[in-house]
């Protein structure tokens, strides 16, 4: 099931229960660094005065933005449920394809584009697009997960399943799209331990999954507390001046 199919992209998140789900989990039982607040850093160093929010999801991060940084924040979505989820925050956002952004070329500071890009089917277009957007010297952060995320608990449930095929927007060939569009591209690389206390945790979790939830009911039963080992990439473009 490749996650830049656009019919399973628009049924995940026409509501927000299971996005809301493994987030909850994901926040409550990390140990270590949590590759949101070190993608979160990697705007704030920019110091921006305009951020533009691609793929906002309910607007938590983006709300952190606006009160942390004091900048004026744009945010998008493709979902209509997710952009009225941000709305009722009173966040400024819109329904928008991340493969034609709704804004003026050198419009932003800085592009943030968390854990999304590998769900757009014109991935080349949707780089292309932040990079228009972007005023000279502006920044892009893009994230994504390793291929081996979570490698832990895929194996604790032995489905027996081929290997998922790679995002499309990866931690390997990430920096090489960028690359195509931005001077300069650095990748930061964030490990850290989900500690999940029992069995049921697990299962919630597996449950929460766009692409693995059926496989829930084959978690088998933990007796101690279960680590596993989340892995993303932070790339951080910059345009130049």
Known sequence: MKLDNPLLVRWEY?????????NSIFRALIEGDNPEDVAFDAVAEAQPKRLLDVGCGPGDV?????????????????SARMVDLAKA???????????????????????????VLYHVPGLEQAIAECARVLRPGGRLVATCYHDDNF?????????????????SFNSENGGDLLSKRFERVERRDVEATLIFPTTESI???????IDRAHLAPRVPDVVEPFRVTTHHAIFVAEQPR
């Open 14 to 22: 026409a509501s927000e229960e299971r996005l809301a789900k493994r």
């Open 62 to 78: 983006t709300q952190r933005f606006v009160d942390e940084l004091g900048a004026h924040v744009c945010a998008v979505d493709i």
């Open 89 to 115: 925050r009173g966040l400024d956002a819109q329904v928008a394809d991340a493969e034609h952004l709704p804004f003026a070329a050198d419009d932003f500071d800085c592009v943030f584009a968390a854990w």
């Open 151 to 167: 490698s832990e608990l895929w194996k604790l449930i032995d489905d027996g399943a081929e290997p998922q095929e790679p995002l």
């Open 203 to 209: 299962r919630e979790f597996v449950a929460s999954t």
